[in-house]
């Protein structure tokens, strides 16, 4: 049975009960005084409503500290955090913004990643989402991030709207790992804009225009990096990130990090012509002792930081990529193969028994055909 308590019957509780003994609040459920040998206190005792039928007990303060309105003020908190389903004893964690879950995207996963992919996460987060990079990931609403997706379609086009929510989404889903946080409102609210594949592989006459740039570029080792895209469909970093080191006596170069990490590593036999090529390069960049082939005696990396559409050769690396597949398919080679040359992953099950590194030789007689229709149309 409760006891009616007042401000003077706490300060003397000491003197009129045992050490041990609790004294029950009538006033306001749950809420006791334990009687201690030196000191006395409050607490709330209360059941969290999260379906568990869990019983807590929550210390408020030491009655000479705590005034018994204030007690039965902050037990009266306690009891409406309980009926939310709340544990009061748990330090409520902060729901990080847009901006800080960014950051702990890059330390926990940047390392697995190409610099060049952080980059782009960089700058679809920190640029084209700027508008909510402090709102916190919670208050995210669907109708915010649809209208942002509308908006950014308008502003960057269909491609970069559909970039900057598929960032926004991967560094949610990462956030929510450690966070309670609603269900995605990227996946619940936006219909991605329709994206056409790019066909943009170069004719026979694209091809003869592209080899005469490259044969005139003013700076033929860069020349030579272009021709590496072209004839064996490497993507812009492997290619600009080629080691000497990586490319073994039998033409077969190793590419230790592409897209998708280590565990997507490969090698690949590069064709007599470009092997030629890259013996011209060696000759060339010698005197710097880079263990890069193609090196920058300007880049942090020490290799070419970038290739990009220029006057001189108006042509997008990707492109160079594009070109590759389409023309190996004109060689006659298989979609299976091409499926390796390029190092996508293969569908179906049969794929996983299946060791590249014994294929080796039917790789190369595949790129040997892919450079012969590629190299034919340089002319003179």
Not at 61 to 82: F, Q, Y
Not at 149 to 176: C, F, Q, S, W
């Amino acid at each position: 049975m409760g006891t009616k308590l007042t401000q003077g019957t706490v300060n003397k509780i000491a003197e009129e009960h045992e050490a041990g003994q609790q004294v029950y609040d009538a006033d306001v459920s749950g809420l006791r005084i334990v009687v201690g040998s030196k000191s006395s206190s409050y607490k709330l005792v209360g059941r969290i409503n999260d379906g568990s039928n869990r019983y807590v007990s929550i210390i408020i303060g030491r009655t000479d500290e705590v005034s018994l309105k204030t007690a039965r003020e902050k037990a009266a908190e306690l009891k409406l955090a309980l009926r939310r389903g709340e544990d009061p004893r748990t330090a409520k964690r902060t729901v990080p913004s847009l901006r800080s879950a960014w950051e702990r995207y890059k330390e926990t996963r940047g390392a697995e990643l190409q610099p060049s992919t952080v980059a782009w996460y960089e700058e679809k987060v920190v640029g084209v989402l700027r508008s909510i990079l402090d709102i916190p990931l919670d208050k995210l609403d669907r109708e915010t991030v649809r209208a942002l997706h509308e908006k950014i379609t308008k502003k960057n086009g269909p491609y970069g709207a559909n970039g900057a929510m598929r960032a926004l989404k991967a560094v949610y889903n990462d956030a929510a790992r450690t966070q309670d946080l609603p269900p995605n409102p990227v996946s619940r609210a936006v219909r991605m804009n329709k994206e056409a594949p790019r066909k943009w592989a170069l004719d026979a006459a694209g091809l003869t225009e592209a080899w005469r740039c490259l044969d005139t570029m003013e700076d033929q080792v860069r020349a030579a990096c272009w021709t590496v895209m072209l004839l064996t469909g490497l993507r812009s970093h492997d290619a600009r990130s080629m080691r000497w080191e990586h490319l073994d006596a039998d033409g077969v170069l190793t590419v230790p990090s592409p897209k998708g990490g280590a565990d997507r590593a490969f090698r690949l036999p590069l064709p007599r012509h470009l092997l030629q090529v890259l013996e011209r390069v060696r000759q060339e960049t010698a005197p710097l002792e880079s263990p890069f082939v193609f090196p920058s005696i300007t880049s942090k990396s020490g290799h070419i930081e970038e290739m990009r559409r220029t006057d001189e050769f108006p042509h997008a690396p990707h492109q160079m990529r594009h070109t590759y597949r389409t023309w190996s398919l004109e060689a006659g080679v298989d979609m299976q193969t091409v499926t390796l040359l390029m190092n996508h992953r293969p569908a179906g099950v049969t794929w996983g028994y299946v060791t590249r590194a014994h294929l080796l030789g039917h790789m190369r007689e595949a790129q040997e055909k892919v450079c012969a229709a590629l190299v034919k149309h340089r002319g003179g």
